[in-house]
Structure formats: C-alpha cells, structure tokens
C-alpha cells in the first residue's frame, strides 16, 4: 500500500530512552490529522442516516420493500472497485458497508412496521 501521508523522520532517540508518547509532535500530529478525520466520518454517517431514513419512510408509505438486493450488490462492487483506487482493503470496505447497508435494512423494516 502506497504511504499518502508524508512521514517525518524523527530524530533519533537516545539509546535506552523511549520517546513520551504524550509529548511526541509527530504523533500528536498523526493523532490530530486521524481525530478530524474520524469527526468528518461520524458527521457523514449521520448524514447519510438522516438521507436513508427518509427513504426509508418513503419506501414505508408507497410499499416497497425494505432491501434492494440488486443495489445493494452494485453498490458493493463499486465501493470495493474506490477502495482498490485509493489503496484501502476491498475486504475491509465491503464489511464496513455491509455493516452500515444492513443497519439502513434494520431502519426500514422498522419505518415500515410503524
């Protein structure tokens, strides 16, 4: 997997000394870069909850079934076709969206249950 993110070269610890992990730019770096990065994905799921829970209600009130095996597929494999593009584990993305096509699944059953 090809590195997209510049790595510093830090300097070279002491011998026999462990660099504080609390106090280490580079990683506080890397730590705050991955902290807006995981804040940018919680606000894009709700988002993205927020869309298919209405389709969820408008699936309800004009009888459609809850799951659409068809899209589902297409939408896996064009999710694993970005993840290869972009160096990320086909396996992994295609867990993560079947985890979240699975909980949007569970929304609508219960939007069409009353």
Wanted: proline share 10%.
């Amino acid at each position: 997997m090809a590195t997209r993110f510049p790595l510093p070269q830090p300097d070279q610890p002491a011998e026999n000394t462990m660099p504080d992990p609390m106090n280490d730019p580079v990683l506080n770096a890397y730590r705050k870069s991955i902290d807006n990065i995981d804040a940018a994905l919680i606000h894009m799921l709700a988002e993205r909850f927020r869309i298919t829970q209405a389709v969820g209600q408008y699936k309800a009130k004009t009888a459609m079934p809850p799951a659409d095996p068809g899209r589902e597929k297409r939408q896996v494999q064009r999710l694993r076709k970005l993840a290869e593009e972009a160096d990320l584990d086909p396996e992994f993305s295609e867990k993560f969206i079947r985890f979240v096509i699975d909980e949007v699944i569970r929304h609508h059953k219960k939007a069409r249950s009353g």
